[in-house]
């Protein structure tokens, strides 16, 4: 095995958009599915997300549950997986909620002639690791996989989804369908352009469905490692 088990997982609008165009982010899911991606963030070992989502959500990426968490420390984990993104250059903002919310490693894989300034921008506040250039997802995964990281959370946004399925790098698919339609194209998509290994000769397998309130979990075996629960 040469890459951490991996989940690719986001929300969507009927007509596959992962938002609409406006600058405040949308809410495609419920509490309750809120709750189940808790759980799959509680048996993560880290969590990647793509530098747009880092800069337009300022995400927090912890795991919410006090109960989640009290069972990750006895066993011996730290409160909430490690935080990581995939950046060119890194011109983040250390004060952004991805790198000072929760006690908790941070894992920034920047472009290789970006790496220096990166890591002058961001100090401590997270480890900068020079990804070479360009930056290629596989050596993301191995790296991931020699610093301890056994299963892998990947939360988007489409451009990270886009290159992880296009390289065949997931597991599974957590695919949640929103009751609404955006119907502008301006409005990002699920996945860009591409060839990818899940085609009309070679369909995903589902593996389950299930009503969660108004949306519609989806879930996706993309390799023979998927464990089907």
């Known amino acids: 095995m040469t890459r951490p088990y991996t989940v690719v997982s986001c929300a969507v609008s009927l007509d596959g958009y992962l938002d609409d165009a ?38 927090r990426l912890l795991v919410r549950s006090d109960q989640r968490v009290h069972e990750r420390i006895a066993a011996g984990r730290t409160a909430s997986p490690i935080k990581v993104t995939v950046s060119d250059h890194a011109d983040f903002d250390p004060g952004a909620n991805f790198f000072t919310r929760g006690d908790v490693d941070k894992l920034v894989y920047c472009g290789h002639y970006g790496f220096d ?18 930056v290629v997802m596989p050596w993301v995964c191995h790296d991931l996989l020699e610093r301890g990281v056994e ?43 591409g060839h990818f290994p899940w085609r009309q000769d070679s369909p995903a397998h589902l593996v389950e469905t299930r009503a969660i309130g108004d949306v519609v979990l989806l879930r996706y075996a993309l ?7």
């Open 117 to 134: 300034d990166a890591r002058d921008r961001l100090g401590s506040a997270a480890t900068v690791v020079d990804g070479g250039h360009p």
């Open 151 to 193: 299963r892998l959370l990947v939360e988007g946004g489409g451009t990270v989804l886009t290159q992880f399925l296009q390289e065949g790098l997931a597991d599974e698919m957590h695919l949640v369908i929103a009751p609404f339609l955006i119907g502008d194209s301006r409005a990002r998509r699920f996945v860009d352009d």
């Open 22 to 59: 406006s600058p405040q982010r949308l809410m495609l899911s419920n509490d309750a599915d809120f709750d189940r991606v808790d759980q799959v963030r509680a048996d993560s070992d880290a969590i990647l997300v793509g530098a747009c989502t880092l800069r337009k959500d300022n995400p």
């Open 223 to 229: 390799s023979d490692r998927c464990r089907v629960s």
